[in-house]
């Protein structure tokens, strides 16, 4: 029997059933006592609820608290969302076409769904808001980091973008403002080698060869601030960050590089002062040359004053994932 991979679930909040696979073979009896022991972290009273509503889905449609157990199937089901703080900063679209959307992601929003941030993400909103399910990302950008983030219309062309990404083909520059030292002498590129590790929240330089590599500019600056373009060469988890607090001239806002501060999820105030400011390369699937620029200013640059005063109060302890 030929068995179906898309989900006969719709989305629900923008987001699409989760796939599971059951194993070859096992001990249960009963598809629910599979779910208990393969979903834990669900009661099983509402794995029980979810077979009685027929919320739990099988190739060959809603299964219910007697079905038996089938090997080497496929179930869908939505999970329960966790309770989140609304973002409230709005999306801006800077371009919408046949194949692309690009957006203006504002600070403390995720790309896309993880951890305890699911609803609350730039993939599910504009899913939801735009009226495109099948909307993927091309790349990614840091839950702090701010501009320009693109999007793919079809999935079956996601591949091609993302192939862009990969192959650094894909021309970017971001914004920072940061402290500005007259003793740091500008332009130059920073060279380093990053390294993070799983389950700890930020990454460190250390000893060996280069692995990521910036060229940092000063554009402007004034009121002891400056205003830097900063041109990654590979994309290295936080090596804006890394790279610029190396310098001794941390972005404001950076609640991880030099030092990790303890702050809320929803605390708004003082965002990362870094943007990712514009986007340039040639579309795989129409040969046309793209430039992209984001619409979002940076607010320490004209309020100085507001990020002068109060800092987070800094961590005490190892740097874990909580």
Excluded: C
Aim: glycine share 8%.
């Amino acid at each position: 029997m030929r068995r179906s991979l898309r989900s006969p679930l719709p989305q629900r909040h923008g987001l699409d059933a989760v796939r599971l696979r059951t194993p070859d073979e096992g001990p249960w009896t009963s598809m629910r006592d599979h779910l208990v022991e393969r979903l834990p972290r669900v009661a099983p009273e509402r794995i029980d609820a979810m077979l009685a509503g027929a919320e739990i889905v099988g190739v060959d449609g809603p299964l219910t608290p007697g079905s038996p157990f089938v090997p080497a199937t496929f179930v869908w089901l939505h999970r329960d969302l966790p309770d989140e703080v609304p973002v409230p900063f709005p999306i801006g679209v800077v371009h919408r076409d046949e194949h692309l959307l690009v957006v203006d992601k504002p600070h403390f929003l995720s790309t896309i769904p993880r951890g305890r941030h699911v609803v609350e993400t730039a993939l599910v909103r504009l899913r939801r808001d735009l009226g495109l399910p099948d909307l993927s990302p091309a790349h990614r950008l840091d839950r702090v980091t701010a501009g320009l983030l693109m999007f793919v219309v079809h999935r079956h062309e996601r591949g091609a973008y993302q192939t862009l990404f990969r192959d650094r083909r894909v021309a970017k520059s971001y914004e920072a403002i940061a402290p500005h030292d007259p003793a740091l002498v500008l332009p130059r590129t920073v060279s380093s080698r990053i390294v993070k590790e799983r389950g700890v929240i930020v990454a460190q330089e250390v000893d060996g060869p280069p692995n990521a590599e910036t060229v940092v500019e000063l554009v402007e600056h004034r009121g002891g601030l400056g205003r830097y373009r900063l041109t990654p060469r590979t994309g290295r988890t936080h090596q804006l960050r890394l790279h610029m607090a190396g310098l001794g001239v941390p972005i404001l806002g950076d609640r991880f590089y030099p030092e990790l501060h303890d702050t809320a999820l929803d605390d708004w105030t003082r965002p990362l002062q870094l943007l990712a400011h514009t986007l340039e390369f040639t579309d795989p699937l129409t040969g046309q040359e793209r430039q992209f620029t984001s619409a979002l200013p940076l607010q320490a640059w004209d309020d100085h004053a507001g990020w002068v005063a109060g800092a987070p109060r800094p961590v005490d302890g190892p740097a874990t994932r909580r």
